[in-house]
């Protein structure tokens, strides 16, 4: 039975990855691994579940009813899980969680791990990716998600907190630039824009003074896909951008960059965490999240900023 359960995670694995490479990746196994985990599966059930070309893998029709039907079995391997959880309910067994990359490293990442040195039985498994996830066929117990959620079909969602964002700028830029006054200063300047979702540029959105609100459509000559390089753009002194507190913290800390526009709030987004909806919480789900949500608004606010 240990053995059969475990050729069909590997199958459930595979086939909502799309990949042998990537599931491997998943699952902590060689692509080849997986393969040979995939063959001894379709060997035993007299059946291909893969149609396999040199472009990659694909579910055959009766894999793909075969993969349905496994993943309801995953789901009911779960819910015994929740049926056998600790008897003092503290958390315990394999967590897995995912979150965008920077996020998840700065903020997800350093409450979950000490949350694991306080409970030695809690294992985790975090992955760090700025690409959708599909929680309920990659058997994600609980993803952190920014922004709005367009598809709650099946999930369930908790706001951890509200991070805002700051206009900042390498003090070299500023002393060859000068700085901004006002936020229709900032047309005159070089922006560093966020470019996503088919290209569009995300417009920077600001509270002011007076409690109104402002939005900007920036121009600038550089755009990135990654908040990070914008970051170390800005460091270099090539334009102002407009960045989440917590990812630049260090930076102004350090006196790398410097606050622009200081007095009118420029505004994020809200950080959920989604869990899918089950009978059952496990412990391990329940102390995340409660986690999450007393530890993220410190660490996405940076109070003293």
Same mark, same amino acid.
């Given at each position: #039975?240990?053995?059969?359960? &475990? ?29 040979? $985990? ?13 149609? *396999?070309?040199? *472009? ?5 029709? =009766? ?10 079995? #995953? ?69 952190? =998600? ?19 964002? #700051?206009?900042?700028? $390498?003090? &070299?830029?500023?002393? &060859? ?67 989440? =507190? ?39 789900? *329940? ?8 530890? #993220?608004?410190? &660490? ?6």
């Amino acid at each position: #039975m240990v053995d059969r359960l &475990s050729g069909i995670s590997v199958f459930v694995q595979a086939a909502g990855a799309g990949s042998f490479a990537r599931a491997g990746d998943q699952l902590g196994l060689t692509r080849s691994a997986v393969g040979k $985990a995939i063959a001894r599966l379709e060997d035993r059930l007299e059946t291909r579940l893969f149609n *396999r070309t040199t *472009r990659g893998q694909s579910l055959t029709d =009766r894999g793909q009813d075969f993969y349905e039907r496994c993943l309801r079995i #995953m789901a009911e391997v779960d819910a015994a899980e929740a049926v056998l959880d600790t008897d003092d309910g503290s958390p315990s067994g394999l967590l897995r969680v995912s979150a965008p990359v920077l996020l998840g490293r700065q903020c997800v990442a350093p409450i979950l791990v000490a949350l694991a040195k306080r409970h030695p039985k809690l294992e985790l498994d975090l992955r760090f990716s700025d690409h959708f996830v599909d929680i309920v066929e990659d058997r994600i117990d609980l993803a952190v =998600r920014i922004g709005p959620l367009p598809d709650r079909s099946g999930l369930l969602s908790r706001t951890l907190g509200t991070f805002d964002q #700051m206009l900042c700028a $390498a003090p &070299s830029y500023i002393a &060859s630039r000068g700085c901004p006054l006002t936020i229709d200063d900032l047309l005159e300047h070089e922006c560093l824009l966020y470019s996503r979702r088919g290209g569009r540029i995300e417009p920077w959105r600001f509270k002011l003074g007076d409690g109104n609100a402002a939005e900007l459509s920036p121009v600038g000559r550089l755009r990135f896909d990654d908040l990070d390089a914008i970051a170390n753009a800005a460091v270099d002194g090539v334009g102002i951008a407009c960045l989440p =507190r917590w990812l630049v913290r260090t930076r102004i800390e350090s006196g790398k960059l410097l606050a622009v526009l200081g007095s009118h709030r420029a505004l994020g987004n809200d950080v959920h965490a989604v869990r899918p909806q089950t009978p059952h919480v496990l412990s391990k789900v *329940r102390f995340a999240v409660e986690e999450l949500a007393k530890k #993220m608004p410190q &660490s996405l606010q940076c109070p003293n900023l």
